[in-house]
């Protein structure tokens, strides 16, 4: 019995504790004026333990595979420098953008395995995480990863438009596993992921990627870029 309850009810991550204890509280004096509004901090409560599930993902084991570190829509996928904060060399880089609406699981894990070799976090603005523009003028923390082959994969957590905070637990120089949770982001936001250059992606843009699960590219052998159709 407890398997399938699990599987229903996933566990909560620690950031929203505070959220879901702020909400029922809330709640309970919103009752106190009026059913009606109470109802309402029912759903609203209701979401906000939604938003915060933290369920458990299926890892591809290999060292060459770029797992997406978010789940979301694919919006982007184009060329950019990586950011500036990291001092790596402005060459243009394939990037992934992932966005993460309200109802996503907003939970960040590792892309692959590695070392991490740069943390920069960088003030900004609070637009729409969906506007092309948030990758350089929103507040951010870039992530520099580097592979036991000595590839290098950026990751970047972008606040969104109602995000207020960037969680990352990671630590300079710290060994990390492919997979692995690292951070939150909390209410909206989007996660780039700039490939080392001559890299594909296997995504497309439009596809929806779940978090510790979906590969994005394979560092080996022959990338080609895909295309893709809708079928409605």
Known sequence: MIEPVAAILPSIHREGYVFIMSFILATLVCFAFSKTIGWIGIILTLWCVYFFRDPDRVTPIDKSLIISPADGLV???QKAPPPPEL???AKEL????IFLNVFDVHVNRVPISGVVKNLSYHPGKFLNASLDKASKDNERQS???ETDDRQEIVV???AGLIAR???CNLNDKQKVKAGAR???IRFGSRVDVYLPAGIEPMVLEGQ???GGETVLANLIGEQKKRHGKVYK
């Open 75 to 77: 919006q982007a996928i």
């Open 87 to 89: 001092n790596m060399e």
């Open 94 to 97: 394939t990037r992934v953008s």
């Open 143 to 145: 992530i520099l990863i």
């Open 156 to 158: 970047v957590q972008i």
């Open 165 to 167: 905070r960037i969680v």
């Open 182 to 184: 690292f951070g939150i």
């Open 208 to 210: 929806r990627v779940i």
